[in-house]
C-alpha cells in the first residue's frame, strides 16, 4: 500500500539493485513497448534536430540513444545507477555520452553545464524520480531559453500501481477501468524483481495537476500532448472484442511537451 509522497524524504533511489533484472527485460534498446510505442511517441514530441543537444534523464541502459543519434542530435544520458550507465557504455558505441548523476541535483554533476541543452526527455522515468519538483527544475537549468522538455510516462490518469484495474460489468458485456485513489499523492512499494528479493523500487504517483503545476512552476509553458493506447503484442486471437476495445479507449501512456520561456 503507498504512502502519502512527501518531498521532505531523500530523492529516489537509483536501480542498481534491480539493473541485472531490468537489463533481462528491457535490454539497452529497450523493451517492446520502448521500440514500437514509447520512443516513437517521445521523439515525434521532441523532435530532434541535426547537432541539437538532447539531455535523456533517467536514461537507465540508454534505450533513447539510438533514436536520437539516427536522426543525427548529441546524446548525453544520466541515470543513478552506475550498472545501468556502465552497461549503456558498453552497449552504445559511437558519440552518445553517459554520465551518473542525480536528476535531483543536476548542478552538482561535474561534467553538465547550465543552459547547453537544445531539448531534454524523461523516458519512462519522471514517475520513479522524487521529488518532482527538483527534476523539473534540473531540467530548466540544463536547457537553453526556448529549450523543450517532454515527459513521456504510463498515464497518470488511468494507470496508478496498485490503485487502478481492469473490471468486468456483466450485464453491459463491457470491461471498465477502476481507480481507487487518484489525487492524493502516493509513493508506492513496487514489486520485487526476479532475484533481486528485497529491492524493491518505488513509484510515485501524482495527479496531472502535480506534473502541469511543476513544470508552470519552472517556467516551462505545455505545447502539446499525447495519449497512447497499448498495444496487442501477443494477444491471443479470441481476444474479446470488450477487452479490445477497452485496451483502445484507455490510454497507457502520456507525453507532454513544454517549452522554456525566456
Ligand atoms: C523505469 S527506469 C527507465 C530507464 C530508461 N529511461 C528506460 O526507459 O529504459 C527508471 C530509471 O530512473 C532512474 N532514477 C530514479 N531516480 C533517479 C534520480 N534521482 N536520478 C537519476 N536517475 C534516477 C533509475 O535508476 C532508472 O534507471
Known amino acids: ?19 541485472n533484472w531490468y537489463l533481462g527485460w528491457a ?19 521532441l ?26 542530435a548529441l546524446y548525453t544520458g544520466i541515470d543513478k545507477s552506475p550498472k545501468l550507465i556502465a552497461h549503456a557504455r558498453r552497449h552504445h558505441k559511437g558519440g552518445a555520452r553517459f554520465l551518473v548523476g542525480d536528476a535531483t541535483r543536476l548542478p552538482d554533476v561535474a561534467r553538465l553545464g547550465r543552459a547547453t541543452f537544445d531539448a531534454a526527455a524523461f523516458l519512462l522515468s519522471i ?9 523539473i527544475a534540473g ?51 513496487m514489486q520485487e524483481y526476479g532475484k533481486a528479493k528485497g529491492s524493491v523500487t518505488r ?11 511543476a513544470l508552470s512552476a519552472n517556467d516551462f509553458a505545455i505545447d502539446a500532448m499525447r495519449e497512447v493506447p497499448g ?4 494477444a491471443p486471437e479470441s481476444e474479446t472484442r470488450a477487452k479490445r476495445l477497452a485496451r483502445q479507449e484507455f490510454p497507457l501512456f502520456l507525453g507532454l511537451r513544454a517549452i522554456m520561456r525566456g
Open 47 to 72: 523532435a530532434p534536430r541535426s547537432g541539437e543537444r538532447i539531455l535523456d534523464i533517467g536514461c537507465g541502459a540508454g534505450a533513447l540513444a539510438p533514436a536520437v543519434a539516427r536522426l543525427g
Open 139 to 189: 531540467a530548466a537549468w540544463a536547457l537553453k531559453p526556448g529549450g523543450r522538455l517532454v515527459l513521456l510516462m504510463t498515464h497518470p490518469c488511468f494507470r496508478i500501481p496498485r490503485q487502478s484495474g481492469w473490471g468486468w460489468d456483466q450485464n453491459r458485456a463491457l470491461q471498465y477501468r477502476r481507480l481507487d485513489r487518484y489525487l492524493t499523492p502516493l509513493d508506492i512499494p
Open 127 to 135: 514517475q520513479d524520480i522524487d521529488p518532482l519538483d527538483a527534476a
Open 231 to 234: 498495444a496487442h503484442f501477443g
Open 27 to 45: 535490454g539497452a534498446e529497450g523493451s517492446r513497448h520502448h521500440r514500437e510505442l514509447v520512443i516513437p511517441a517521445l521523439t515525434a514530441l
Open 1 to 19: 500500500m503507498g504512502r502519502n509522497s512527501n518531498s521532505k524524504r531523500p530523492s529516489s533511489n537509483s536501480w542498481d539493485a534491480v539493473a
Open 203 to 213: 513509484s510515485y504517483h501524482r495527479p496531472l495537476e502535480a506534473y502541469v503545476s
